[in-house]
């Protein structure tokens, strides 16, 4: 293994343990008939040092084939709607997500506001991704409450109708380029995929559970019976209507036999088994892009993922993966 591949590998284990237009034409292209045309990928922003790292980042996307830029919103993080304003003057191109932001960190008004003002600057590439919020520390820092958890859906509810409400609204200022602006709500209890299975135009599966009992910010993964139920019971409640479904990959390793992947893993979060590992559709392990490849395809049919978000230390790995994957199918090797 080059010592560049193995520092990459390196800071997606780093990832993990950190963790411890559809408007217009798009849209139609992407849901028309409840069908989905195209298979997005995404980055989630980590943060960069200076403004030059920052332009070479949202290039360097672009030459891999992303999609999606996406941005968090945490204390101690770069802000996540100048981040997206920033990139989309860089990129003409990229899609710009918040992925997602803390629902009791905003007032559904100003981040209206701010979410409009991002897809006029754009030109109508900005997506509103939402969520319930974990991470208590954070809030109790800036002085906001902390609801407990059915309080925290509720009130994720009553943000998402009202945030769509004002967007919609014609006489909303700025106007925004998009009608309706896209809105995620990512989750993976049941509760907040009920929420996103109402309202969202792409519903995010996080792939993180809090372990029963333990500290907060505790995560397990997601297995992969676990993640087939939660799917279903999304498309139940859905109705028939269509949405964008993206899998949050929380690491993504090519050129590693997958045991020996997942065994790193294991090494770096103890309280996970190397079988709990590969069993989870929330990492993406494979000798080859194009096993990689093939894996996401299968994933597309059994869980109707059509998006996939990657840390961005997972970035390099997942970009061999858009390469082989918009190749097309490979033949099956020689038995």
Same mark, same amino acid.
């Given at each position: 293994?080059?010592?560049?591949?193995?520092?990459?590998?390196?800071?997606?284990?780093?990832?993990?343990?950190?963790?411890?237009?559809?408007?217009?034409?798009?849209?139609?292209?992407?849901?028309?008939?409840?069908?989905?045309?195209?298979?997005?990928?995404?980055?989630?922003?980590?943060?960069?040092?200076?403004?030059?790292?920052?332009?070479?980042?949202?290039?360097?996307?672009?030459?891999?084939?992303?999609?999606?830029?996406?941005?968090?919103?945490?204390?101690?993080?770069?802000?996540?709607?100048?981040?997206?304003?920033?990139?989309?003057?860089?990129?003409?191109?990229?899609?710009?997500?918040?992925?997602?932001?803390?629902?009791?960190?905003?007032?559904?008004?100003?981040?209206?506001?701010?979410?409009?003002?991002?897809?006029?600057?754009?030109?109508?590439?900005?997506?509103?991704?939402?969520?319930?919020?974990?991470?208590?520390? &954070?809030?109790?820092?800036?002085?906001?409450?902390?609801?407990?958890?059915?309080?925290?859906?509720?009130?994720? &509810?009553?943000?998402?109708?009202?945030?769509?409400?004002?967007?919609?609204?014609?006489?909303?200022?700025?106007?925004?380029?998009?009608?309706?602006?896209?809105?995620?709500?990512?989750?993976?209890?049941?509760?907040?995929?009920?929420?996103?299975?109402?309202?969202?135009?792409?519903?995010?599966?996080?792939?993180?559970?809090?372990?029963?009992?333990?500290?907060?910010?505790?995560?397990?993964?997601?297995?992969?019976? &676990?993640?087939?139920?939660?799917?279903?019971?999304?498309?139940?409640?859905?109705?028939?209507?269509?949405?964008?479904?993206?899998?949050?990959?929380?690491?993504?390793?090519?050129?590693?036999?997958?045991?020996?992947?997942?065994?790193?893993?294991?090494?770096?979060?103890?309280?996970?088994?190397?079988? &709990?590992?590969?069993?989870?559709?929330?990492?993406?392990?494979?000798?080859?892009?194009?096993?990689?490849?093939?894996?996401?395809?299968?994933?597309?049919?059994?869980?109707?993922?059509?998006?996939?978000?990657?840390?961005?230390?997972?970035?390099?790995?997942?970009?061999?993966?858009?390469?082989?994957?918009?190749?097309?199918?490979?033949?099956?090797?020689?038995?």
């Amino acid at each position: 293994m080059r010592g560049a591949e193995y520092a990459v590998r390196l800071a997606a284990v780093g990832a993990i343990v950190a963790l411890a237009a559809y408007g217009g034409a798009a849209r139609r292209a992407c849901c028309e008939h409840g069908v989905v045309s195209e298979f997005q990928f995404g980055v989630n922003f980590r943060g960069v040092p200076d403004a030059e790292q920052f332009r070479l980042l949202v290039r360097r996307m672009d030459e891999l084939g992303f999609d999606v830029f996406a941005a968090p919103d945490h204390l101690g993080a770069m802000g996540p709607f100048t981040v997206l304003a920033a990139a989309g003057m860089l990129s003409d191109r990229l899609r710009l997500r918040t992925y997602v932001l803390n629902m009791g960190f905003w007032n559904p008004a100003l981040l209206a506001r701010e979410a409009a003002t991002v897809d006029v600057l754009s030109g109508g590439r900005a997506e509103v991704g939402l969520g319930a919020g974990h991470m208590k520390r &954070e809030h109790d820092d800036a002085g906001l409450p902390w609801l407990p958890f059915q309080r925290r859906i509720e009130a994720l &509810e009553q943000v998402v109708t009202e945030v769509k409400r004002r967007l919609a609204d014609a006489g909303h200022k700025p106007r925004p380029v998009q009608r309706p602006v896209p809105l995620m709500v990512a989750a993976m209890s049941g509760p907040g995929l009920e929420v996103a299975a109402r309202h969202a135009d792409v519903i995010g599966f996080s792939g993180l559970r809090q372990v029963a009992g333990a500290p907060p910010r505790t995560f397990r993964l997601s297995s992969a019976a &676990e993640t087939a139920g939660r799917v279903a019971e999304v498309r139940r409640r859905a109705g028939g209507r269509s949405y964008r479904s993206d899998a949050l990959l929380q690491q993504v390793v090519v050129g590693n036999h997958p045991r020996e992947a997942a065994a790193e893993m294991a090494a770096a979060v103890p309280r996970l088994s190397i079988e &709990e590992i590969l069993d989870s559709p929330f990492v993406l392990y494979a000798e080859d892009a194009g096993q990689a490849a093939d894996e996401l395809r299968r994933r597309r049919e059994v869980y109707g993922f059509d998006s996939v978000t990657v840390h961005q230390p997972s970035m390099e790995a997942l970009g061999q993966v858009i390469a082989a994957y918009r190749r097309g199918s490979r033949p099956a090797p020689p038995r």
